[in-house]
């Protein structure tokens, strides 16, 4: 009899015990803090996972604001210097020497400048004329190609002479050139074509920007020399008047 009470005992000693051990795993405060913690991991990662895609919605969203503010024609362009004068000065040179023209012209008439960059830069192998199957020979070989430009969108608010500068290729303005003629209106402003050259004339590429332009009173232009002075700009400004 003191045998069984023993037995009963430890029996109900061994059934605490393990009550106490089954019960304590989910009493047990660590592990809720444990289980607790790894929703916690979880939430923290979606959490983190949002995170990253509000910033990459953030990041996206301010590419995409940055793009419109290019495309707000009111904003004012970084390519220009927003003096307040009502002379613009645009070009696209590829090899500095109508970038070199257009600001000394900017320089003479206090013009404001802007600057056409190709979307995809012309590299040397693109600028050889020797090659019939370099991107410049391509591109001039078929009037309807429109490169890009990645310059932002310039507002032509307030500007009544804009000055419009390219190098000749192959006797006529860049592709470039169209298409940053076709993407403005000039209704009210006065067009003046000015080009650089090894030695051809403007020919038929101010008559060509104006017919794809559409708008705007476009002026004969002329074929700047590189290495022309500040004085004789300022005949050929004069000259314009
Ligand atoms: C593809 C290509 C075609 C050209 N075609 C002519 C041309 O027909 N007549 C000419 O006199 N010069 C031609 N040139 C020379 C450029 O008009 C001249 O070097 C110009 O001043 C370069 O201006 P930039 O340095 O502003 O690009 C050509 C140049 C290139 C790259």
Redesign the pocket.
């Given at each position: 009899m003191k045998r069984v009470k023993i037995f009963a005992a430890i029996f109900m000693i061994v059934c605490i015990c393990i009550t106490i051990t089954g019960c304590g795993k989910s009493s047990n405060p660590e592990n809720v803090n444990s289980n607790s913690d790894s929703t916690n991991s979880v939430a923290e990662n979606s959490t983190s996972q949002s995170d990253t895609k509000k910033n990459a919605d953030s990041s996206d969203g301010n590419k995409i604001e940055s793009v419109s503010e290019n495309k707000d024609e009111s904003q004012p362009s970084e390519n220009t210097k927003k003096t307040g004068t009502d002379v613009l000065v645009v070009?696209?040179?590829?090899?500095?020497?109508?970038?070199?023209v257009a600001e000394k012209l900017a320089d003479v008439t206090g013009a404001d400048i802007y600057e056409i960059i190709p979307a995809e830069p012309y590299t040397e192998a693109d600028?050889?004329?020797h090659d019939s199957d370099?991107r410049?020979?391509h591109e001039?070989d078929d009037k309807s190609v429109r490169p890009g430009i990645a310059s932002d969108k310039l507002s032509l608010d307030g500007y009544t002479t804009i000055y419009v500068g390219?190098?000749?290729?192959?006797?006529?303005e860049p592709r470039i050139m169209d298409t940053f003629v076709e993407s403005y209106d000039f209704v009210g402003k006065t067009m003046i074509p000015f080009?650089?050259?090894?030695?051809?004339g403007i020919g038929s590429s101010g008559d060509n920007l104006k017919n794809n332009a559409g708008s705007g009173k476009w002026l004969e232009g002329a074929r700047l020399d590189?290495g022309i002075s500040e004085s004789e700009l300022q005949d050929f400004v004069n000259s314009l008047k």
């Open positions: 070009y696209f040179s590829a090899t500095g020497t109508t970038k070199g600028l050889n004329w370099s410049t020979t001039q390219y190098p000749i290729w192959w006797g006529e080009c650089t050259s090894g030695g051809s590189s």
